[in-house]
Nanobody, 121 residues
């Protein structure tokens, strides 16, 4: 699966962004498209993911209530809605594919190129 992420940008604190991730093909219902982010000098961390089976997204505790993952299987697309952005959300955001429902980056086998989100305070 090839992934293409887009939608990042430079915004002020409190603003919103919507990131998109388009997959080159449909993935199995039990597979996951997840979002990760990596800030300068920090390790890559899980943000949220969506598995078609069950249809419920899951999130890292640090973003619950502010970020929302949704998707359209027919369009091979998953979105990450970022609300009330803060400076600590500044990072490169990646979408990735996993054959499991997971928050662990090593279980993801395909990665998009990343899109930069910069939040100014």
């Amino acid at each position: 699966v090839q992934l293409q992420a887009s939608g990042g940008g430079l915004v002020q604190a409190g603003a919103s962004l919507r990131l998109s991730c388009v997959a080159s093909e449909q993935w199995f219902n039990t597979h996951t498209l997840g979002w990760f982010r990596q800030a300068p000098g920090k390790e890559r961390e899980f943000v949220g993911g969506l598995t078609w089976t069950g249809g419920l997204p899951y999130y890292a505790d640090s973003v619950k209530g502010r970020f929302t993952v949704s998707g359209d299987k027919a369009k091979n697309t998953v979105w990450l809605q970022l609300n009330n952005l803060q400076s600590e959300d500044t990072a490169v955001y990646y979408c990735a594919h996993s054959k499991a429902t997971s928050m662990i980056s090593q279980t993801y086998d395909s990665w998009g190129q990343g899109t930069q989100v910069t939040v100014s305070s």
